[in-house]
């Protein structure tokens, strides 16, 4: 089924932040996991496991749509230095991913593609789970301190 370009730009668009993402992540994830803060590796891990979950239905959803899926592009990935910074730098990237989504969601009801409209609504879902997560971790640090916050980190 041939899709609309702007739908396949859209998911190329989509593609590139997942695959910044899930770069973005696993180095987030390897450096907590380095550090000792089991917990937080295997948090961070396992949305970097989703994100990659998500790259895979987008790019079936371009194939089904005959386009050319592009996984050669990445986006900036923004590694923090440090746990609050890496988690303020991926709640950046999972409110960009929100806006993006929806936006994309307007698009596909504008040109009447139901089928991604509905894969850009449930993977909007995981966004936004992703966005509570993390403002719920940067509250508690904000609310505990960072020693007591990452203390809790440790398995």
């Not at 509905?118 to 020693?147: C, N, P």
Request: hydrophobic letters at 45%; aromatic letters at 4%.
């Amino acid at each position: 089924m041939k899709g609309n370009e702007q739908i396949l730009d859209t998911l190329n668009a989509l593609l590139a932040d997942e695959l910044t993402a899930i770069n973005q992540y696993m180095v987030h994830s390897e450096m907590c996991d380095d550090w000792g803060y089991e917990r937080l590796h295997e948090a961070i891990e396992k949305r970097a496991i989703e994100e990659m979950g998500h790259a895979e239905k987008l790019i079936a959803r371009i194939l089904f749509l005959e386009g050319r899926p592009i996984v050669s592009k990445l986006n900036l990935i923004a590694i923090g230095a440090e746990v609050e910074t890496q988690h303020k730098n991926d709640l950046a990237a999972e409110e960009g991913a929100v806006q993006a989504y929806n936006a994309g969601i307007r698009l596909a009801v504008e040109v009447g593609d139901n089928g991604t409209r509905e894969l850009l609504e449930s993977i909007l879902t995981d966004e936004e789970e992703h966005v509570d997560w993390l403002e719920a971790q940067l509250d508690q640090i904000a609310q505990m301190g960072i020693q007591n916050y990452l203390v809790e980190q440790i398995d």
